[in-house]
């Protein structure tokens, strides 16, 4: 016989909060568990293995689509398969990583440009004088102005 779980059991093994498994559910991620007479949800051992299969994929960064799509390839596919597509989806990840490092690092070159000009014309803005009216923001000006 399979063994029934609970909602709270199920949270416990996977690591998953309760809340984010009924979450799951309403997503559609994982699909809906059967339930007991008085509409208690009632989980098996397969359910667990989903769950932290959904875990793994959102640590990994999938969005919730894909880990959707990547759940139900793996409890449809043969093992030496679903690897080949775990790869692939790992290889993509990594991609996307490396391309948002880049981003980060220009962004920070530029932050770091814009605290240098900052810090500059700080030292060269005259007491009283409101941005509005003398170039003095680094972020509405390009170069600065001469009005200080």
Same mark, same amino acid.
């Given at each position: ?33 059967? @339930? /007991? !007479?008085?509409?208690? %949800? ?6 667990? #293995?989903?769950? =932290?299969?959904?875990?793994?994929? &959102? ?34 990840? @990594? /991609? !996307?990583?490396?391309? %948002? ?6 962004? #920070?070159?530029? =932050?770091?440009?814009?605290?240098? &000009? ?31």
């Amino acid at each position: 016989m399979v063994e029934k779980l609970t909602i709270g059991k199920v949270a416990r093994r996977s690591g998953v909060p309760v809340e984010t498994i009924r979450f799951y559910e309403a997503e559609g991620v994982i699909p809906p568990p059967a @339930r /007991t !007479e008085a509409g208690y %949800r009632i989980y098996t051992p397969m359910d667990i #293995r989903r769950l =932290l299969l959904v875990r793994r994929a &959102r640590l990994m960064g999938l969005a919730l689509p894909e880990v959707k799509t990547l759940t139900d390839q793996a409890f449809l596919s043969e093992c030496a398969d679903f690897a080949d597509q775990l790869l692939e989806r790992i290889a993509t990840q @990594r /991609t !996307e990583i490396d391309r %948002r490092m880049q981003e980060l690092l220009a962004l #920070r070159t530029e =932050l770091d440009a814009l605290e240098h &000009r900052v810090r500059y014309d700080q030292t060269r803005a005259r007491p009283g004088k409101m941005v509005a009216t003398c170039a003095f923001c680094p972020l509405l000006d390009e170069e600065g102005g001469e009005t200080r």
